[in-house]
C-alpha cells in the first residue's frame, strides 16, 4: 500500500539557520503530495502541496519540489524563525478512489532564539 | 474561516465506559474524517464519512463505531474503552470537488484521550 516516510527528530536549530525535513514516498500511480503543520495546542493546518511531478508547492518561506524520480518531498526553508517551531507532517494522496490521506510519522522543529 | 470544533480538548475516562467524542463544522464539508495520533506512527484514519448516515471503516476502525446524522456532525463512539485506546483523536473535513480525487481537509484542534 501507500506509504510515507519521514526523518525522525527532532530537529534543533537556531534562529535564522535552514531548514530541510525529507520526505519519501511510495505509492502506485501519480499521488499528490502535501506538508500539514501542527503547532502547539491545535490541529494540522495545510502548509503547501503538489499535484504532479516537479510542481513546487510554497508557503510562508516554505518550499518542497515534487521529484518522481527519486519518489521525494523534502521542506525547505532558506531561514527559519522561533515561531516555525511545530511538527511537520508530509503526506500524500493516492490519485484514484476516496480521498484519504496517508501520513508519514510527522518531524518536530525546534528553533531557539 | 473554516471551523472544525471538538466538544473537548481533554478527557479522561475508565476502561469499560462507553466514550463519545464529538466534532461539529461549519462550512457544509460533505466528507468527515476521524483519526488517531500517536508518537512515532503519525496519523491513521480510524473512520471517514462521504454523506449522511454513511460510513467507511479506516485503517485501525477496530472497537469503534461513527456516526453521521447530520451534514455537520461526526461522532466517533468508543463502545467499552480501553487503555490501548489512550490518545489524540482529529476530526477533520473537507468539501467534495467533481473531477478531483484530493480537497484539502480542515482539521479541529483534538481531543486528548486518557482511558485509566
Known amino acids: 500500500g501507500d506509504s510515507v516516510t519521514q526523518m525522525e527528530g527532532p530537529v534543533t536549530l537556531s534562529e535564522e539557520a535552514c531548514l530541510t525535513i525529507?520526505?519519501?514516498?511510495?505509492?502506485?500511480?501519480?499521488?499528490?503530495l502535501f506538508w500539514y503543520v501542527q503547532y502547539p495546542g491545535e490541529g494540522l493546518q495545510l502548509l503547501l502541496k503538489a499535484t504532479k511531478a516537479d510542481d513546487k508547492g510554497s508557503n510562508k518561506g516554505f518550499e518542497a519540489t515534487y521529484r518522481k524520480e527519486t519518489t521525494s518531498f523534502h521542506l525547505e526553508k532558506g531561514s527559519v524563525q522561533v515561531s516555525d517551531s511545530a511538527v511537520y507532517f508530509c503526506?500524500?494522496?493516492?490519485?484514484?478512489?476516496?480521498?484519504?490521506?496517508?501520513f508519514g510519522t510527522g518531524t518536530r522543529l525546534l528553533v531557539s532564539p | 474561516d473554516v471551523k472544525v470544533t471538538q466538544s473537548s480538548r481533554y478527557l479522561v475516562k475508565r476502561t469499560g465506559e462507553k466514550v463519545f467524542l464529538e466534532c461539529v463544522q461549519d462550512?457544509?464539508?460533505?466528507?468527515m474524517f476521524w483519526y488517531r495520533q500517536d508518537p512515532g506512527l503519525g496519523l491513521r484514519l480510524i473512520y471517514f464519512s462521504y454523506d449522511v448516515k454513511m460510513k467507511e471503516k479506516g485503517d485501525i476502525p477496530e472497537g469503534y463505531s461513527v456516526s453521521r446524522e447530520k451534514k455537520e456532525r461526526f461522532s466517533l463512539i468508543l463502545e467499552s474503552a480501553s487503555t490501548n485506546q489512550t490518545s489524540m483523536y482529529l476530526c477533520?473535513?473537507?468539501?467534495?470537488?467533481?473531477?478531483?480525487?484530493?480537497?484539502?481537509?480542515?482539521f479541529g484542534p483534538g481531543t486528548r484521550l486518557t482511558v485509566l
Open positions: 462550512m457544509d464539508h460533505e466528507n
Open positions: 525529507n520526505c519519501t514516498y511510495t505509492a502506485t500511480g501519480y499521488p499528490s
Open positions: 503526506a500524500l494522496s493516492g490519485n484514484t478512489g476516496f480521498q484519504k490521506l496517508v
Open positions: 477533520a473535513s473537507s468539501s467534495l470537488l467533481a473531477g478531483t480525487t484530493y480537497n484539502e481537509q480542515f
